[in-house]
């Protein structure tokens, strides 16, 4: 498809439980980022991927959160001994731009929405 | 952690009202972005205006950024039912980093 797609577009899991999370990006876009939203609150910056690396994972809660996006373009947010506090919806978006300080437009996928029971 | 604070928490209006929102952050910027976010939905970007910029203009959507005083403006003119929506900042900080951190938003309501 041409925008960002994001799967499952809803998880329902058991407290402990290991989830993952998957965003395929529009292609050719070289940055990737995650996100998590509580309901009336705004996106949390969680990590941003240039290419095949981790440019900037000072968002990740814990170290139960690992992201990876090996070949630089599908990635996979991982969820380790999931909590109820973990539940949200987990947003990825992509973007052309590269380059530092150089952050263009962020085409955003609908989100998958977790829930922790 | 959230960069930018959007004041008000929500906005009510009749249609054909115009509606301003306004987006506070705290670090030296390279771009203030505006997105819009229906309900159950991913983000829209909406517009960019770069820091040595002061007003920009698209259609409906006039946004100012006053570096000095480190805040920005959205105003929606000729408000539509179909605007109803919640509104974010956001920004990229100058530093070598494209990271973009997003403000509490706006949630604003337009009555028909």
């Known amino acids: 498809g041409a925008g960002v797609s994001q799967t499952p577009s809803n998880k329902v899991t058991e407290k402990g439980k290991y989830v993952e999370l998957r965003c395929d990006p529009i292609s050719g876009h070289t940055a990737l980022y995650w996100y998590r939203q509580s309901l009336g609150q705004g996106p949390e910056f969680l990590i941003y991927?240039?290419?095949?690396?981790?440019?900037?994972d000072s968002g990740l809660p814990n170290d139960r959160f690992f992201a990876v996006r090996p070949e630089g373009s599908v990635s996979t947010l991982k969820i380790q001994r999931t909590e109820r506090g973990d539940s949200a919806v987990y947003l990825c978006?992509?973007?052309?731009?590269?380059?530092?300080?150089?952050?263009?437009?962020?085409?955003f996928g609908e989100g998958s929405r977790l829930t922790v029971l | 952690s959230q960069q930018g604070e959007e004041d008000p928490q929500a906005l009510s209006i009749q249609e054909g009202e115009n509606a301003t929102m306004n987006c506070s952050y705290k670090t030296s910027i390279n771009n203030l972005q505006w997105y819009r976010q229906n309900s159950g939905r991913g983000l829209v970007h909406l517009i960019l205006?770069?820091?040595?910029?002061r007003e920009k203009h698209s259609g409906r959507l006039r946004v100012t950024l006053d570096t000095s005083k480190k805040s920005s403006s959205l105003l929606i003119t000729a408000s539509r039912a179909a605007d109803t929506a919640s509104y974010f900042c956001?920004?990229?900080?100058?530093?070598?980093?494209?990271?973009?951190?997003f403000g509490t938003g706006t949630r604003l309501q337009v009555f028909p």
């Open positions: 956001a920004t990229a900080r100058s530093y070598n980093t494209d990271k973009l951190i």
């Open positions: 205006i770069r820091s040595n910029e």
């Open positions: 991927f240039q290419g095949t690396g981790a440019a900037d």
């Open positions: 978006a992509s973007s052309l731009s590269g380059g530092a300080a150089n952050t263009g437009e962020l085409f």
